[in-house]
C-alpha cells in the first residue's frame, strides 16, 4: 500500500512538471531580439529603424541595410526572418514563411501597425511548402522523429550484447531513419523540398544523435541511464525546441537552450537543407555531430555487458549442477 502510494505522488510530482514545462513556451510566445532587416535610404530607413523599436521595446533585432536586394539576401542566408522594406509607396514586408510561418504572420501585424493600417505588400522571399502552408505538417511529421530515435536508443541499450553491435545497430538506424524520414516527409506528405540527400543526411544525423545519446547513456549507467537520455532528448527537447515557431519567440534562455539538445538543433538543420540550400544550419550541425559523437563513445567505453547468470529455477541451472559436481 505504502509503495502504491509513493509512486502515485512521485507520478503527480512529474506531472506537476512537465504540464508547465510543456505548456508555459507555447502560451508565452512572442518576438524577443527576433533578428528583422530594414531597408532603404539612410534617412528613411533609420526612421523606420527606430519606429519599430519604439513600438516594441526588446522584440526585434534590427539591422539596417540600403536596398531590397541586401534585404533578400539577409532572408536567404537566415539572418533574419523578414524585412521592412522602404520605397517611394510606402512600406512592403519581405517574408521567409519557410524559417517560420508563425513569424512571417506576427510581422504582418508589426507591418500593418508601422504603415497606420493600411495594408502592406508582402512578398514571401523563401516561401513554405505550397502543400504545407503553416509549417503544422513540418512540426508534426518532425518529432516523431524523436520519440524514434529514443525508443531505438532504449532498445539497443537494454537488447543487443557487445559495443560493436549496438554501433552497427545505431548507424544501421541512422541510415535507414534519413532515407525513410526523407520518403515520408519529402515524397509522400510533401512538406519540405530540399536535396533528397542533404535532408535525409540532416534527419540521420538527428537520428544518430538522439539514439546515440540514449544508448550511450544506458550502456554506461543502466536503465537510469536510458531514463536520463530520455529526458535530455525528449522530455525537455521537445518543449524547448520551437520546430513549430522559432527559438526567438520562446522565453529566454529557454529558447536558446532549446537549440544546444539534439531536437531543436534537428529542426534547424531540416529546416536549412530543405528550404535554405543549408544556410543557417552550420551551428545546428555542430551540435548534433556532438550528441552524436559523445553517444558513439559512450558505447564504446562501456564494458560488454554479461552474459545473463541462469537463475535457480532454470533448466540451464540444473544442467549447470552435475557439470559443476562433475569437477
Known amino acids: 500500500m505504502t509503495l502504491a502510494l509513493v509512486v502515485a505522488a512521485v507520478a503527480v510530482a512529474v506531472q506537476a512538471l512537465l504540464v508547465p514545462l510543456f505548456a508555459a513556451p507555447a502560451a508565452n510566445l512572442a518576438p524577443r531580439d527576433l533578428p528583422v ?3 532603404g535610404p539612410a534617412p528613411v530607413a533609420g526612421e523606420l529603424a ?14 539596417v541595410v540600403p536596398d531590397a536586394a541586401t534585404a533578400d539576401g539577409a532572408l536567404r542566408d537566415r539572418e533574419a526572418y523578414a524585412a521592412f522594406v522602404a520605397g517611394p509607396d ?3 514586408l519581405h517574408t521567409a514563411p519557410a524559417a517560420s510561418p508563425t513569424v512571417a504572420a506576427l510581422l504582418g ?6 504603415s497606420g493600417g493600411r495594408p502592406v505588400p508582402v512578398v514571401a522571399v523563401v516561401p513554405a511548402d505550397p502543400d504545407d502552408p503553416r509549417g503544422a505538417g513540418f512540426a508534426a511529421g518532425f518529432l516523431p522523429f524523436a520519440m524514434t530515435g529514443v525508443l531505438a536508443g532504449a532498445l539497443l541499450a537494454l537488447l543487443v550484447r557487445g559495443r560493436v553491435a549496438r554501433l552497427a545497430g545505431l548507424v544501421g538506424y ?4 534519413g532515407a525513410a524520414g526523407t520518403l515520408v516527409l519529402h515524397d509522400w506528405l510533401g512538406v519540405i523540398g530540399g536535396s533528397r540527400l ?10 544518430l544523435a538522439a539514439a546515440g545519446t540514449v544508448a550511450g547513456l544506458g550502456a554506461v549507467l543502466g536503465r537510469p541511464g536510458i531514463g536520463l537520455g530520455a529526458l535530455l532528448v525528449f522530455l525537455l527537447g521537445n518543449p524547448l525546441s520551437a520546430v513549430s515557431a522559432a527559438p526567438e519567440l520562446l522565453p529566454q534562455p529557454w529558447g ?3 537549440q544546444w539538445l539534439p531536437v531543436g538543433a534537428g529542426g534547424t ?3 536549412s537543407t530543405a528550404f535554405f540550400d543549408g544556410a543557417g544550419g552550420g551551428q545546428a550541425a555542430l551540435v548534433l555531430a556532438g550528441y552524436a559523437v559523445v553517444g558513439l563513445a559512450l558505447v564504446l567505453l562501456a564494458r560488454a555487458a554479461a552474459p545473463a547468470r541462469p537463475q535457480a529455477g532454470d533448466p540451464a541451472a540444473r544442467e549447470a549442477r552435475p557439470a559443476a559436481a562433475a569437477h
Open 37 to 39: 532587416v530594414v531597408a
Open 50 to 63: 527606430d519606429r519599430l523599436t519604439a513600438a516594441r521595446p526588446g522584440a526585434f533585432e534590427v539591422t
Open 90 to 92: 510606402g512600406v512592403a
Open 109 to 114: 501585424e508589426a507591418a500593418g501597425q508601422l
Open 174 to 177: 541512422a541510415v535507414l531513419a
Open 198 to 207: 542533404a535532408e535525409a543526411a540532416a534527419i540521420g544525423l538527428f537520428a
Open 256 to 258: 536558446a537552450i532549446g
Open 269 to 271: 538543420l531540416l529546416r
